[in-house]
């Protein structure tokens, strides 16, 4: 690892100003966990690197507005938002994801904006948020934009941020009644990074499915929706058959490759199996009242 | 010497470095600098087989900062003959001509600052001829690939003086077993099984990477290292060097564990040349990506028949083992031979051939690793048993306890069993798993099964332990042996056995860091040979130093039998608080060298080790996904020295092979290791422990062992991996022969048999 330069700005608008649309030498840094691995094996190597971890406070909160929309920080950690009572509130699938993302150690450091900005394939809130039809508040030295979670990722470590954009805050809509679950599967250690996450989010109409959103990080390129699977299970009766539908779509649509965690064909599986078990999960819910 | 009551053998003490490991303040030698040192950093060939053709430094000799630029021609102008290794001198400090494995270090820059160092190895330039390379064992019997033009046996072990190697193959060693006529047994069989097993190539991941410090200047070279093995690193320094062993020292720390990564030569010799070229100390420490190059674990391939009788009596075996030892022998010919010769099992079996070969390819070096050989060997020859039992309709315990080796037989190797429990270890599992108690199968798709593996080990043989045990004026004591406490807890057991037999405060015992100035000659720290040996040298210098206090006591008029406290004695003998009483010993235990033709020895081995696993999982029969849900591991570890310390040795075995069987795989594609991380090598983590293990030992005595003890470091590893493939084998009827098991294998083999087989991609 090359020595680099550090900035600790106080303010996000100072951190912006020190981005440099053309430098790709100069990145911000906020829990460093990505940051360092990719500069441990020189994948990375900064000159500069803005460290957020001075920018005003509320950059690292979580709180819900009068509509009951949830805000989260960008400099939130991910331990802080499990520990959240607001977000299990609005959103429990948040905290459940969380207990088994990485460990507590990682959880303690990495932030929402890191991970999101990350654009690694292999995390496990990408779907999870995108499920829930969450969207992210981005600063740039021209002024603020809003963008959709399901939109921000581009490709392997790409996304739609540019160089000198940093993520303010996330936003998770008011859930209403609507109900969501994760499935993640490792197929290395329990601890490793996913092979597979499924992020289910449906509207129940009694024994119906009303409307839903379905996402899958891990196994595809990047984290995306999976409208197919959305399509079979819209109102569709929460029956057998339709999970397997749902399955069935799911492993149709998604596109998926063979690497260190699993061939192709075997990953195909785990997504025909684990979106119908997402889905089996949030009819037991519906029926058991627990969310 | 067995039995009778003892005051501090046999009890849970707490370990001695416990709290200053726990509180951060244990002092390891990765943490060590010294005034005016320079950081090294290697240069690796990228390529796994090829020759140098020339290596421009100009540029990373150019960077400010850079002290020196070294190849192994500048290490070969100070050292002539730049080679090492423990059976053969095949291994250049810095590639010499030609690169045999990808990782392999090619040249070195010295830098004050350990980025620069980095940055500037990057910038040095290697132009290769890339050469054809091999990396199956199986393979490299007969390839044209020829890892090494020539092999230059080391002669330096009592047990591996016959090593020649076979010029113009890759063949550095080949051990044969006679014993019986197996053919004959075969011709005569009733029912006749044949398989092929195989493992994958993982590493120790001790958390303290490899690293040594050398300091040469004039005549002496001191290097502090974190090795399991001072006295070998001195001897083979020295050797190097054309110096007496009195002008080499070796000091070590605790270290942060080793598993058998950190035996014989590793960073020494480079940093040692390093220091001689650059006339300033020199620190080489590698990262944890860099173990990956530097020493593994055997990847192996076993072909495994049986001759059975129509009672159900295993009448005949034969082995065939191919050992991937890598592009450097290390120890791996010893894993061949020892390990080699117990490859038919811990069964009473009249007729076994066994072929065992260790073979050079373009890997990473292989050499020893927890368990030696033994795990994979295990692995074979559980799962063949399970098999051939299930096939023929019989209980798998009920099969193996009519085949057990017993006491008073001869195993294989012609040497009689005594003190090997095999049997009550086996009964052991199958109590503790209610063995014959209806099981839950499960249902829908989580099926549950359970099974059973046992295995055993012949310690290594013949070596020697030294120690010396001083008994100062105050009554206190210091012991002073070259055993090297890695995280095993050794340096308890020796206090403990020293504070025995003086009938001292275990909290008045000292137990010095190795450090070759000091503490006396020791084979090394492996092998689970510590407490046997060391412990039996111990007790015999406690022993000396007693006697001496006791012929001091008459000479001052004590009478005998005399309580008097020692401060008491010494003031009588010296009129002061003064002198010291120094006790020392030397022990080898009794040993008769194999017959190079048949392998037989009538004494092949001081102790046997033995170890048995019992796991219950469950299937997900839609992923393949296992959970273990229970690991039951029992050993015969003889009485132990300190049962809880012996307790976490097994657990801490079982867990490491665990890891091994499922998650952990070193990775090669087109001749690249595309995971050394442990980001991508997966050790396990708190998650992937069973729900419930339990650890345990049988009540046993090794009669010729330090109070009825003999070593425990290795037996928790050896029944894990068939355990676990013959639990899947009775949850869902399909069988992995290759490890690791994963969920993906065990998926594919569920679709294969429903025949359904899974696609490639
Ligand atoms: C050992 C380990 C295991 C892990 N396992 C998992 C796992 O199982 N599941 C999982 O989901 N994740 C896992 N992670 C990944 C972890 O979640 C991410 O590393 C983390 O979320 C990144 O957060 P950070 O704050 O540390 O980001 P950093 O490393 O600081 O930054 C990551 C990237 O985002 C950029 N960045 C940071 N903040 C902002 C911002 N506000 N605006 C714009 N750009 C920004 C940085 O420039 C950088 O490019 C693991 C990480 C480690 C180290």
Not at chain 2, 240 to 255: C, D, F, M, Q, Y
Not at chain 2, 501 to 516: F, S, Y
Request: some cysteine; aromatic content about 6%.
């Amino acid at each position: 690892m090359s020595p680099f330069e550090l900035s600790e700005p106080q303010t996000l608008q100072d951190a912006v100003a020190m981005l440099d649309a053309s430098d790709t030498g100069i990145r911000p840094i906020a829990g460093g966990t990505a940051v360092m691995l990719m500069m441990k094996t020189g994948i990375f190597q900064p000159d500069r690197l803005i460290s957020l971890r001075g920018i005003e406070s509320r950059y690292s909160e979580v709180s819900v507005d009068d509509a009951g929309d949830l805000h989260i920080g960008a400099m939130t950690p991910l331990r802080r938002l499990e520990k959240s009572e607001e977000a299990a509130q609005a959103a429990p699938v948040i905290r459940r994801a969380l207990r088994r993302l990485s460990n507590v150690r990682v959880r303690n450091v990495a932030t929402l904006g890191g991970h999101l900005a990350h654009g690694d394939p292999h995390l496990d809130l990408p779907p999870v948020l995108i499920a829930l039809g969450a969207r992210a508040l981005i600063v740039g030295a021209s002024g603020e934009r809003v963008i959709e979670i399901e939109d921000l990722f581009r490709g392997y470590l790409e996304t739609a941020l540019a160089p000198d954009e940093l993520i303010a805050e996330v936003v998770v809509p008011a859930q209403g009644t609507r109900r969501a679950t994760y499935m993640k599967h490792t197929t290395r250690s329990a601890d490793d990074w996913p092979a597979l996450g499924i992020a289910v989010s449906l509207e129940l109409n009694g024994d119906e499915v009303g409307s839903a959103r379905v996402a899958i990080g891990a196994a595809t390129d990047t984290p995306r929706r999976l409208k197919s699977v959305e399509a079979a299970l819209a109102g569709k009766a929460l029956a057998d058959e339709t999970m397997q539908a749902a399955g069935d779509a799911a492993a149709a649509e998604a596109e998926v490759h063979s690497d260190a965690r699993g061939s192709a064909a075997y990953k195909r599986e785990l997504i025909r199996v684990f979106t119908r078990r997402a889905v089996r999960q949030i009819m037991e819910m519906g029926t058991g009242g627990a969310v | 010497m067995a039995g009778g009551s003892t005051t501090t053998v046999g009890h849970s003490y707490p370990r001695m470095e416990g709290r200053a490991k726990v509180t951060g303040r244990a002092e390891y030698i990765y943490n060590m600098r010294l005034p005016s040192m320079l950081h090294a950093k290697v240069h690796r060939s990228p390529i796994s087989h090829g020759r140098i053709l020339s290596i421009d430094t100009s540029e990373a000799s150019a960077m400010p900062g850079v002290h020196h630029v070294i190849t192994g021609e500048d290490v070969k102008k100070v050292l002539p003959e730049p080679y090492y290794g423990p059976a053969f001198h095949d291994q250049p400090i810095l590639a010499l001509d030609k690169v045999r494995h990808f990782g392999e270090p090619v040249a070195v820059v010295l830098a004050t600052d350990p980025h620069i160092a980095e940055t500037a190895a990057q910038r040095i330039v290697v132009d290769y001829e890339e050469l054809p390379a091999v990396f199956d064992e199986v393979e490299a019997l007969t390839s044209d690939v020829i890892v090494h033009e020539e092999l230059k046996p080391a002669g330096t072990f009592a047990d591996l003086k016959h090593l020649a190697g076979k010029r113009d193959t890759n063949i550095a060693l080949d051990y044969h077993l006679q014993h019986g006529d197996a053919d004959k047994a075969f011709a005569d069989a009733e029912h006749v099984f044949e398989h092929t097993f195989r493992t994958q190539q993982t590493m120790h991941t001790p958390f303290e990477p490899m690293v040594a410090l050398a300091d040469v200047r004039n005549d002496h070279a001191t290097v502090y290292s974190s090795t399991q093995g001072p006295s070998f690193v001195r001897f083979e320094l020295a050797r190097l060097l054309g110096w007496p062993e009195s002008n080499v020292r070796i000091k070590t720390a605790h270290l942060g564990g080793g598993f058998g990564a950190k035996v014989y030569v590793k960073v020494e010799a480079l940093a040692m040349a390093l220091s001689l070229i650059a006339h300033r100390p020199v620190r080489v420490a590698l990262t944890m990506e860099e173990q990956f190059y530097t020493i593994t674990k055997h990847p192996s391939t076993f072909r495994i028949q049986s001759a059975v009788d129509k009672d159900g009596k295993v009448i005949g075996r034969k082995c065939e083992v191919w050992w991937n030892g890598g592009a450097y022998a290390d120890i791996g010919p010893r894993v061949t031979q020892k390990s080699g010769f117990t490859a038919a099992g811990p069964y009473d079996i009249d007729n076994v051939a066994i072929d065992s070969y260790a073979l050079y390819t373009n890997r990473p070096p292989a050499g020893a690793l927890r368990g030696f050989g033994i795990p994979q060997l295990v692995w074979a020859y559980e799962s063949h048993t399970d098999i051939i039992a299930r096939e023929l309709g019989i209980d798998p315990i009920a099969f193996r306890k009519q085949n057990i080796l017993r006491n008073g037989r001869p195993q294989a190797v012609g040497t009689i069993v005594k003190d090997g429990e095999f049997e009550a270890v086996l009964d052991g599992v199958a109590e503790r798993m209610n063995w014959n108690r209806p099981f839950d199968k499960g249902s829908g798709t989580k099926l549950r099964g359970r099974g059973v593996g046992l295995g055993f080990k012949a310690s290594i043989s013949p070596t020697t332990s030294s120690a010396i045990v001083s008994v100062n004026a105050d009554g206190s004591c210091i012991v002073y042996c070259s055993t090297v406490d890695m995280g095993q807890g050794s340096d308890t057991a020796m206090a403990q056995i020293a504070s025995e037999v003086l009938d001292i405060p275990i909290e008045k015992i000292r137990v010095v860091n190795p450090d070759t100035d000091v503490t006396p000659y020791d084979m090394s720290t492996l092998g689970s040979r510590s407490t046997f040996h060391m412990g039996h040298a111990v007790r015999l210098a406690a022993g000396d130093a007693r006697d001496k206090l006791h012929a001091m006591a008459e000479e001052v008029g004590m009478p005998e039998g005399s309580n008097a406290p020692l401060p008491e004695l010494f003031i009588r003998k010296f009129g002061m608080r003064a002198g010291a009483i120094v006790g020392s010993a030397n022990y080898i235990p009794e040993f008769s060298p194999p017959n190079y033709d048949t392998g037989q020895s009538t004494n092949a081995t001081p102790f046997w080790m033995i170890g048995a696993t019992g796991a219950e999982v469950e299937v997900d029969t839609e992923t393949g996904q296992l959970t273990i849900l229970r690991l039951v591991n029992v050993c015969d570890i003889g009485t132990p020295i300190n049962p809880i310390v012996v307790e976490t040795q097994i657990s801490g075995a079982a867990v490491m092979q665990l890891g091994f069987t499922l998650t952990e795989n070193m990775v090669i594609e087109n001749g690249q290791l595309t995971n050394p991380s442990l980001a991508d090598y997966k050790i396990p983590g708190f998650f992937d422990m069973p729900d419930t293990m339990e650890n345990g030992y049988i009540d046993a005595v090794q009669e010729n062992g330090p109070f009825g003890a003999k070593g425990a470091g290795e037996s928790g590893t050896f029944g894990v991996s068939p355990a676990i493939a013959n639990a899947i084998d009775d949850a869902v009827g399909v069988r992995i022969s290759e490890m690791p098991i994963t969920a993906e294998a065990v998926f594919r083999a569920l679709r294969e048999k429903q025949g359904k087989p899974l696609e490639e991609n």
